[in-house]
């Protein structure tokens, strides 16, 4: 919060906006895997030459940049970059929403943007570290990392299947408010707002339920103490 207050060099600025651009280079063809999709439920597995992998078919494939070349993309461009949770649960480990879903932050060259991952079907140890990896690769596609093979996966995708991003918006959106009814002021509430509105303002989510629920829970507040302005006026 103190950070993004506080005001940024110039040459930082400079620098910070060449790094932002620089994410969204395009990628070497070493660094694009190919992604099989099975198109049919019951198809037969067998090796796949395209690929390399044992999956079933008939299947496409998509082009996409793994979590590893992402991380890569990350560093080269900002040494510094840093995610963490959106929220976090009453152990201090990441809070994950109705859905099972991970909600993060990421920050890169100063700006931050939300994203979200899920275990592509793990479970276990590994499902964790696969809901980073997704949501890391969801953050930077917010930033324009492998923005035009995000684009085209997405277009393939939803011929096939529209509901993800629909319920995980929904789903972030009752997270959020769940989130919002922890705040015990008017103050919180209000900052709560405030942040989340300036990180998510271009994420397709329903903003105005969200606004709404956040004003009914204020609503259940303590009334709020004298305002600043009126303390200063003499008695
Ligand atoms: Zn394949």
């Known amino acids: 919060m ?3 207050l506080s005001v940024i060099p110039a ?14 280079a395009d990628f070497p063809a ?4 190919k992604l099989p999709k099975p198109t049919s439920r ?4 067998k090796h796949c030459d395209e690929c390399g992998g044992y999956h079933s078919f008939p299947a496409i494939h998509l082009d996409y940049v793994g979590h590893a070349a992402v991380t890569h993309r990350l560093l080269d461009t900002d040494i510094e970059w840093n995610w963490e949770p959106l929220a976090f649960d009453a152990n201090g480990l990441p809070l994950l929403d109705a859905e099972k879903l991970l909600w993060i932050k990421l920050t890169v060259c100063g700006v931050t943007r939300i994203g979200v ?10 499902a964790m570290k696969e809901r980073i990896g997704d949501a890391l690769r969801n953050a930077s596609m917010r930033f324009g990392v492998a923005l035009g093979l995000w684009s085209k996966a997405d277009l393939d995708q939803s011929e096939q299947d529209k509901k ?13 408010i769940a989130q919002a009814k922890k705040t015990k002021s008017h103050e919180d509430a209000r900052k709560f707002w405030a942040n989340t509105n300036k ?4 994420f397709p989510l329903d903003h105005k339920r969200l606004k709404q629920e956040i004003l009914d829970h204020r609503a259940t507040l303590p ?7 009126h303390a200063q006026v003499p008695a």
Do not use: C, H, W, Y
Request: net charge negative; charged share 25%; proline share 5%.
């Open 164 to 176: 993800p991003a629909t319920s995980s918006a929904s789903s972030m959106v009752d997270f959020l």
């Open 2 to 4: 103190n950070q993004e």
């Open 223 to 229: 009334e709020e103490g004298p305002a600043p302005e």
């Open 11 to 24: 040459e930082q600025s400079a620098e910070n906006k060449r790094g932002l651009t620089a994410l969204r």
């Open 42 to 45: 019951d198809g037969t597995k």
């Open 30 to 33: 070493t660094q694009i895997s």
């Open 199 to 202: 990180l998510l303002v271009d």
């Open 117 to 126: 991952g899920d275990a592509q079907g793990k479970v276990g140890g590994d």
